[in-house]
């Protein structure tokens, strides 16, 4: 599509939502906006991923670093599931950039669907918390790491949102932490799978421009909300947040 003023300014102001809500939830952004890009923008599922990239890749470098800063990060473990991301980031990238956009769509929205389910279950449930559960060590990362990696490649984003339940499940890593670390598997991963959406030519530069412009200017608002906020409540924020998005990609698929 030609991108006109009206269109750059609809995503600056889109990337400062995602930023802002990125941030919050350590997520990137690009579950917020993937779905907008297809609505206000007419934008196909793979377009769409691979434009909201150019925004994700720049919120999650400032994030990252902001959740390293405020909450202090376990290092081994974001080495881990950012090396172990990388190793499939890049083969289902390039597999997801030729599957039909309908069917990805829909796949991304029951993605979306059901790890809402799972994370508002075991919050409801307590299941987060159980001290009863020893904690996992940091090397059990490994294979986070590359089912992340799966999921960032297949969606374009999505790894940040596989690692939380999981580390608070069974590595004993509070909310904001796991928010934090699962951010180390997009670090990487989103960098692939720009390069890769890019080289099938399913990137609109105009639009993901601005969107990266705005978001990385919200990100640290989002980040310090996150480090304020109760950590019950944010769990179930974010299962109302992946819901909402998976409702807008049924809505278009």
Known sequence: MVATLSHIAE??????????VGGLFGIGGGVVVIPLLGFVFGLNQQVAQGSAL?????????AFWR?????????????TLAVTGLLTTYPVALFATRLNPRYLRVA???FLIVLAVIVAYRTWHGLLASTQRKPLNWPWTAPLGVLGGVVSGLFG??????????????FGV???AAQGLGLAIVCPGATIALVTYAGAGQVD???????????????SAGVAAAHRLPERPMRFAFCAL????????????
Do not use: K
């Open 67 to 79: 959740y390293w800063q405020r909450v202090g990060l376990d290092l081994r473990m974001a080495a």
């Open 242 to 253: 992946a819901t909402v998005s998976a409702c807008l990609l049924v809505l278009r698929a």
């Open 157 to 170: 984003v999505g790894g940040a949102f596989v690692a939380p339940p999981i580390l608070t499940a069974f």
């Open 174 to 176: 509070r909310q904001t």
């Open 108 to 110: 991304f929205a029951g």
């Open 205 to 219: 530069w105009a639009i993901g421009v601005p969107l990266a412009i705005g978001g990385t200017l919200a990100i």
């Open 54 to 62: 150019i925004m994700v890749v720049p919120n999650v470098i400032v």
């Open 11 to 20: 995503a600056f102001l889109l990337g400062i939502a995602g930023g802002a």
